[in-house]
């Protein structure tokens, strides 16, 4: 990818345009005028400043139509990394595209960088036809094999210096040996010039054999992209792609891996990358990537947004920017900065997992789930990405003897890596199912051995927060939630964890408080809010005494909230069909219940609830088929879970005992259906 400014640069000279002083006196100048539109955008594409080109030239209505502002606005687009709208606008210059080298220069380089070698030969060839002195275009298509001379700056003079002033008169003798001589050299010079090309064009292919490797995440991509980037190191040991490549994947390896060996690689690249000067995406990527390893976020945000305002938009910078707003307590702006990530790049799990890993500390259990699973289909061979996939399945009560075999398999991926992230993963991911097993012990030693290997991550400190709770360990439960807020103030996830902790523990005040720090911290209280809050307030009306009408009423007030902001809300129907139940208000629960139900026609909840009420109103018939309809749903569901099936069958069991001897018979026939469950 070109520098940043070589554009601007080559303006400059043109236009004897580019520092300050000369910028602020053209923008002076444009102020008056708007004749000066063109310089002032050519000296700021001179002074490295992308960014403004495209804002200015955005402000020029119809003039976005001329040929010569379109070049500079894909000049722009080119030295901010967005290659798809450079493209498009250089394409979009018709015939004047083919009297214009440099346009022609960066469609081949936009053509390498999508790995069509003969659409860039041929860009670059053109291009070459018209300016065989540029530098640049000489460079690209020596690398890609094209036997071409390289260009000195000072090649005239040295041509005339050793070639030997001719005598007047020859003999045919002397011009014979000369003409030998001319043959033997030229035959010598031939030869080196293919030498010289076939390694350049093997250099090349080997480059492009490395990249889209250095970005697939998993351990032995990264390594085949070492290795392959190594090659092309013995062939060429000055090639920028090559060196800024190593930096990056040995950063990769290090950061997303946890591989410790490779941090030492990473920084000797970066050094020799410093060194020459050369300033590319992935040499960014790389220095990022310690920073965030090191803790210097603010840094890492420096450097990313920085590049971001200039108008770069590199899926690497989005990334970084993303990751540092996060560690920052930026959480929102963070997760919109990954999603740009994911948007540019949608093929690298790297990205995918940590929106994923955003939507989950933001409390967004759905999207976290949805880019978990894409990472985990992304690259089967990644055992982070893999292990995350299997989480979202878990959290779904998907089965769990193939959510087992799944992780076996990860396991046996693993097991030849000196990988620590992705040991932590994948500890983490069976920690997760053995909690929904209700296996405390198992996920209690499965979370420790990940926090042994990260004590500071956040993810892994709720899930041993929510463990512990669910063990009855409640006070050392809540204190591994308050550490991983400490690290995540913005969480919701965290938050709303520690309110479910709080409501478990009986602290209903406790709940109803932080919930609050959860409103205060959104522009907009979603119905997730208002219908949790009323959960808070009828776990009070039904533990209080004298309290109880006021928090009936408050609690009700939430859950009609809840479905002003959502009509369809189907889960704010259904609390207050249970909220009417516990008033014993039968006939007002089965309206709502039946309003969750048209709403959502599977909803087995409802229908196990609908059961009950016609218990209470004496339609005994009529709630067994109720209660029938919701065993379908649930046996029909692969996601329901075990414990969920045990507890339906609990709960119909106990309904029909307690309405005496005019439902013996169902009573029977469910005690039944329970024990055949339990034997399985």
């Not at 065993?631 to 879970?641: P, S, V």
């Amino acid at each position: 990818m070109a520098t940043m400014t070589e554009h601007g640069a080559t303006l400059l000279k043109e236009h004897r345009l580019g520092d300050a002083e000369q910028i602020r006196q053209l923008e002076q100048k444009y102020k008056a005028d708007r004749n000066y539109f063109k310089p002032l955008a050519e000296a700021y594409l001179a002074a490295g400043k992308p960014g403004k080109v495209i804002k200015l030239i955005g402000n020029q209505g119809a003039l976005t139509k001329d040929p010569e502002v379109r070049f500079l606005l894909g000049c722009a687009y080119f030295d901010t990394f967005r290659n798809n709208e450079a493209k498009q606008i250089l394409t979009s210059l018709g015939d004047r595209l083919h009297k214009n080298s440099a346009a022609l220069r960066m469609l081949g380089e936009l053509a390498l960088e999508e790995n069509k070698k003969e659409n860039a030969l041929s860009y670059l060839k053109e291009a070459y036809a018209l300016d065989n002195k540029d530098r640049q275009t000489v460079e690209l298509l020596r690398g890609l094999g094209e036997n071409i001379a390289e260009i000195s700056a000072d090649s005239a003079n040295a041509f005339h210096s050793i070639v030997p002033e001719k005598p007047e008169r020859e003999t045919l003798p002397s011009a014979l040996l000369q003409v030998a001589i001319a043959a033997l050299c030229c035959s010598a010079l031939f030869g080196i010039y293919k030498w010289r090309a076939d390694v350049a064009y093997e250099a090349a292919s080997l480059v492009m054999q490395a990249r889209p490797s250095a970005v697939a995440g998993d351990v032995p991509a990264v390594s085949y992209s070492i290795e392959t980037y190594e090659k092309v190191l013995a062939l060429d040991s000055k090639n920028d792609y090559a060196l800024s490549g190593l930096s990056e994947a040995h950063a990769m390896l290090f950061f997303e891996h946890g591989m410790q060996a490779h941090r030492t690689r990473a920084e000797y690249y970066l050094k020799e990358c410093r060194r020459r000067g050369i300033e590319k995406a992935e040499t960014y990527m790389a220095e990022g990537l310690l920073g965030l390893a090191d803790g210097r976020y603010k840094d890492v945000k420096q450097l990313a947004s920085g590049l971001i305002k200039k108008g770069a938009q590199d899926e690497r910078l989005l990334y970084l920017a993303g990751m540092s707003e996060r560690m920052l307590g930026g959480l929102d702006v963070g997760l919109a900065e990954l999603k740009k990530a994911v948007d540019i790049s949608s093929r690298t799990p790297l990205y995918t997992l940590s929106l994923g890993d955003a939507y989950y500390l933001d409390g967004d259990e759905r999207n976290a789930r949805f880019y978990w699973e894409k990472a985990g289909v992304m690259n089967p061979g990644h055992p982070i990405a893999k292990a995350r996939a299997l989480i979202a399945a878990t959290r779904q009560n998907k089965d769990a003897t193939e959510i087992e075999n799944g992780l076996s398999k990860v396991e046996k991926i693993a097991a030849n890596l000196t990988a620590p992230k992705d040991q932590a993963a994948i500890a983490l991911a069976w920690a997760e199912l053995y909690l929904r097993e209700n296996e405390f012990k198992k996920a209690e030693q499965k979370i420790d051995a990940a926090l042994e290997l990260y004590p500071t991550d956040p993810i892994l400190m709720d899930a041993r927060g929510r463990i512990l709770i669910a063990a009855g360990e409640a006070s050392r439960g809540m204190a591994n939630l308050e550490s991983a807020l400490v690290i995540y103030p913005d969480s919701k996830r965290i938050i709303l964890d520690i309110v479910d902790a709080n409501i478990q523990a009986g602290n209903y005040e406790k709940a109803l408080s932080n919930l609050k720090r959860l409103a205060a911290k959104e522009e907009g209280v979603s119905k997730e809010y208002h219908l949790k809050y009323g959960d808070i307030l009828l776990k009070m009306a039904l533990a209080s005494g004298d309290k109880k009408p006021a928090y009936f009423d408050e609690a009700e007030g939430a859950y009609n909230r809840a479905i002003t902001i959502n009509s369809s809300y189907a889960e704010g129907y259904y609390s207050l069909g249970f909220l009417k139940q516990e008033q014993a208000k039968y006939q007002d629960a089965v309206g709502y219940y039946q309003k969750a139900a048209e709403i959502r026609e599977r909803y087995p909840e409802v229908y196990r609830q609908m059961g009950i009420m016609y218990v209470k109103l004496g339609d005994i018939d009529t709630a067994n088929q109720w209660f029938t309809d919701a065993e379908n749903m649930f046996i029909t569901n692969r996601r329901t879970a075990p414990n969920t099936m045990r507890e339906f069958y609990k709960v119909t069991v106990d309904t029909f005992a307690a309405a005496g001897a005019r439902a013996k018979k169902y009573e029977k026939i469910w005690s039944q259906k329970q024990a055949a469950y339990l034997k399985r």
